[in-house]
């Protein structure tokens, strides 16, 4: 089956930094991909949609600026979270669709990153 | 815009017992999927069961069925033979037709008992 590979699996890094995640689609092209924050025991609250080649489509309330997403290729984006502060301490994880030729609803799940800011 | 709903925040069952997990939801549409998944605590999502609106029959995979009622825009998870395994979060999930973005319910925090 579909599978995405999303590193790191956790990252500790200091306040004020940047910190970038990778979500690829490892035998799939990946046309759609989104990016979740999930607080815990809450349940996942989309970020954004990207699309390859296009710029991604934030949810209200999601800084662009801050979380930076890029999906330059069929089998990867990244989130990239700027200038890093204890407030971005979160489970995130992305989520990839092939349009083209998965199945009815093909969702493939990243295993996700724990971001910790200190 | 898709709402999803699920109403019990936690669950718990006795191993080998079978317990059902609600869920509603809200949509115009006619044509949409809904979906179980099951995040245990590595928080991996986990597909468990899928339903296409338009089918009727109610999806079953092994120990895991549905009861899908489109016009209460209902779909509840029946876990049969309850496994220790099986604890987890599950989330119900609306997905439209078009392959955009899923909407997720709250969560509900599923404790199987030995």
């Known amino acids: 089956g579909a599978v995405v590979s999303q590193h790191p699996s956790w990252v500790i890094c200091k306040s004020g930094t940047s910190v970038k995640i990778e979500c690829r689609s490892l035998?799939?092209?990946?046309?759609?991909m989104f990016w979740y924050r999930q607080f815990p025991k809450q349940s996942l609250m989309l970020m954004a949609t990207?699309?390859?080649?296009?710029?991604?489509?934030?949810e209200q309330g999601v800084e662009k600026d801050k979380f930076l997403i890029n999906h330059a290729s069929l089998t990867l984006s990244t989130l990239t979270v700027t200038s890093a502060h204890p407030e971005d301490s979160s489970f995130y994880i992305c989520?990839?669709?092939?349009?083209?030729?998965?199945?009815?609803?093909?969702?493939?799940f990243g295993s996700g990153t724990r971001l910790t800011v200190v | 815009a898709q709402t999803v709903t699920q109403s019990q925040p936690e669950m718990s069952v006795q191993e080998a017992e079978t317990v059902t997990l609600s869920c509603t939801y809200d949509?115009?549409?006619?044509?949409?999927?809904l979906f179980w998944y099951k995040q245990p605590p590595s928080r991996q999502m986990i597909l468990v069961i899928r339903?296409?609106?338009?089918?009727?029959q109610n999806a079953t995979e092994n120990r895991f069925s549905v009861n899908f009622q489109k016009a209460a825009k209902s779909f509840s998870l029946k876990i049969s033979d309850s496994q220790l395994g099986d604890a987890a979060m599950y989330f119900c999930?609306?997905?439209?037709?078009?392959?955009?973005?899923?909407?997720f319910g709250e969560g509900t925090q599923l404790t199987v008992n030995p």
């Open positions: 989520s990839a669709r092939d349009h083209r030729t998965s199945g009815p609803g093909g969702y493939t």
């Open positions: 339903q296409e609106a338009y089918k009727q």
């Open positions: 990207s699309n390859e080649g296009s710029k991604a489509t934030y």
């Open positions: 999930a609306y997905g439209p037709h078009s392959g955009s973005r899923l909407t």
């Open positions: 949509t115009s549409e006619s044509d949409y999927y």
């Open positions: 035998d799939f092209q990946a046309t759609t």
